[in-house]
């Protein structure tokens, strides 16, 4: 079934009312009338099935048929901070992070990172990120959007604390065959926690930032022997967190 | 140290012989001269740890400092098998299957595949994937580079009985909340064995596909519970093989 997030207050009751974006999608991409089906999100976890009732040129109304707790979403809370890469590379993350279960994307900028967003550009590139994640959500059957925030490497550093468990991608720890740290960490998670996972650009981090992290209590951790590119680490991360997590 | 690998009978006794793109890449890109040291590949898994001696303009030769075993292979022997996507998703596959690991790249069209490669056409295409994974291999120290091959769905089928353990990506398993398979099959297997992914394209596996190779002992599996899209899945699939077996 085709699944739609809607804004948490368009649910009143056993009614919904559907946004001009989702009407459009229904009555002139899908080319369905009153009586289609679908699975709507609020955003919070909760999983709506419900029937179009009205469908009005930008406006419409579905009913619920049934209200459940969505059981897509990893057990803990996973944010990755990833520092922002060259190209687009960071449109493949935001897509394939929201597929693997990510909560939160934080953006920002490393030592090393050659790209930067202006101040003034940067609401327009987490806007069109979180678009790409809403989508992702929606394909991926998750029930939660990820929220993508742009932030700076003191507030990165300043919001440590209020994790239980961060991880440091740190290739230097691949070249010197450590192993044993990120499996260390994940084992220890129980359900509910707040882990974060904090990833690098193309040059990695430098050992300075690497420092101040692991002084709060970060674990820098190699994802395995081979050198991966900045793009795939955090791909890495969310699939290993779901394996040792959901399949285990 | 910049790492490049070489056909095998480049190796004789303590010198090896450079190609052209490699002296191309040392001289030119690199600016280097007799004297540069780097990390020379045979494909085999042996590395070699060796010195310019000399760079004429299409040829030159380097001394081996010191051969040893890679350690940066999965510990099992895998082989993807990806039912050809629509667009360009094959070559992120390609790249990204090889930084985390594979040794084997089988393309094929599944019943549900849309896009299809031509007789003619193919041996350009796999050419193209095979350079693109051997500098995914260079570049993740990779000590092999996977081979990449374009093969039929009934040779895929026959291949089956070859392989120690053969898992399906199957969504239907996703949807139904089945999640205990995969794990189940990476924690039975032991080092050296030989593993075969098969993993389909957008619309998924038909399931007379999926029956004809489950009915061979493949196992049909679940990677979390969320539905991932078909160049994701064999990323996660990879990702799982390697935190299993490497950080475990």
Chains 1, 2 share one sequence.
Not at 81 to 87: E, R, T
Not at 120 to 147: C, D, G, N, T
Request: proline residues 5%.
């Amino acid at each position: 079934m085709q699944r739609y997030f809607l804004p948490r207050e368009s649910f009143v009751n056993d009614t919904a009312t559907l946004p001009a974006d989702v009407v459009h999608h229904i009555g002139t991409v899908l080319r369905e009338t009153p009586g289609y089906r679908m699975v709507l999100l609020d955003g919070t976890g909760l999983e709506y099935e419900a029937e179009v009732v009205t469908l009005e040129k930008k406006t419409g109304t579905a009913r619920v048929l049934e209200r459940r707790q969505a059981t897509t979403e990893l057990p803990v809370d996973v944010t990755l901070a990833y520092a922002l890469p060259k190209g687009d590379k960071i449109e493949l993350v935001a897509q394939k992070g929201t597929e693997l279960g990510m909560h939160h994307f934080w953006v920002f900028e490393s030592k090393r990172s050659v790209a930067k967003w202006d101040a003034k550009k940067a609401p327009k590139k987490v806007e069109r990120l979180q678009k790409i994640m809403q989508e992702a959500a929606e394909q991926s059957y998750r029930a939660v959007v990820p929220m993508c925030q742009h932030i700076r490497p003191r507030e990165l550093t300043d919001r440590i604390d209020s994790f239980d468990a961060v991880v440091i991608a740190y290739e230097e720890q691949a070249k010197q065959g450590e192993q044993a740290a990120f499996a260390t960490v994940l084992k220890a998670l129980r359900p509910g926690v707040k882990l974060l996972l904090i990833v690098g650009p193309e040059g990695g981090f430098d050992e300075s930032e690497v420092n101040e992290w692991t002084e709060r209590g970060a674990q820098a951790c190699a994802f395995g022997p081979r050198i991966l590119r900045s793009e795939t680490a955090p791909l890495y991360a969310l699939a290993a967190v779901s394996y040792a997590l959901e399949l285990n």
